[in-house]
């Protein structure tokens, strides 16, 4: 069963925008990573995570494997409308696999 | 360089009937996995191979059946489609060893409808 629990489920932004979402679970993960998925799309990488603390950007993306290795978070800075979309967190606990979250969904405040 | 392809896009298929879903990647990865996507439940591994010649069960593996033809290709069989097994299905690959071993890319997904 899903291991991971992300928050929020969805969300609504505008334009400009600071946007947070976590990740967290009550086991310990060795390496976390980020992925967004566009509609009709599959997920595309956008941040790995892999020392306990790490802070890593890519452009206005910004994400931090936590202290106690059951944590993550993903921070976007001044949002724009492509921003859209279902993020999810992924964590690597033994062998090559991957458990994901559930997703939140980027909406555009209208 | 296309990453991971997949094929069919879509499919449509009444209950009892069986299709192969393809995947192929052109990355020279070792390992491939094949996922099921439902609403509000994230990704699902149903089967991956760790390596050519090898394949193992997922979270999810009733009612499939895989085959890692070779090292680019890797395939999900359904041998006797139900409605339950409705879902969007994603192939990804990784690299089986060093810095980037579990980053996993991912293909466009075939979405199956079963009737």
């Known amino acids: 069963g899903q291991q991971l629990n992300q928050s929020p489920q969805s969300m609504f932004i505008q334009e400009g925008e600071d946007v947070s979402m976590n990740c967290t679970s009550s086991s310990i993960f060795n390496t976390w990573l980020w992925y967004k998925q566009d509609p009709g799309e599959g997920p595309v990488l956008l941040i790995a995570l892999y020392k306990a603390g790490e802070l890593t950007s890519n452009g206005r993306l910004t994400a931090q494997f936590g202290i106690t290795r059951k944590d993550s978070f993903l921070n976007i800075s001044a949002s724009i409308p492509s921003d859209v979309g279902i993020y999810f967190c992924?964590?690597?606990?033994?062998?090559?696999?991957?458990?994901f979250g559930a997703g939140t969904i980027l909406r555009v405040k209208s | 360089n296309a990453g991971v392809t997949q094929t069919p896009k879509f499919q449509v298929l009444k209950t009892g009937q069986s299709m192969t879903l393809q995947c192929a990647q052109d990355m020279n990865h070792n390992s491939m996995y094949w996922y099921r996507q439902d609403p509000g439940m994230g990704l699902r591994l149903i089967y991956y191979?760790?390596?050519?010649?090898?394949?193992d069960k997922g979270e999810v593996p009733n009612g499939y059946n895989v085959s890692r033809l070779n090292k680019r290709e890797f395939s999900l069989r359904l041998e006797s489609a139900a409605p339950s097994q409705t879902s969007v299905y994603f192939c990804?690959?990784?690299?089986?060893?060093?810095?980037?071993?579990?980053?996993?890319?991912f293909g466009p997904g075939t979405r199956l409808t079963v009737t």
């Open positions: 191979s760790a390596s050519e010649g090898t394949t």
């Open positions: 990804a690959s990784s690299q089986f060893a060093g810095a980037s071993t579990y980053e996993q890319y």
């Open positions: 992924a964590g690597q606990k033994y062998g090559n696999k991957l458990v």
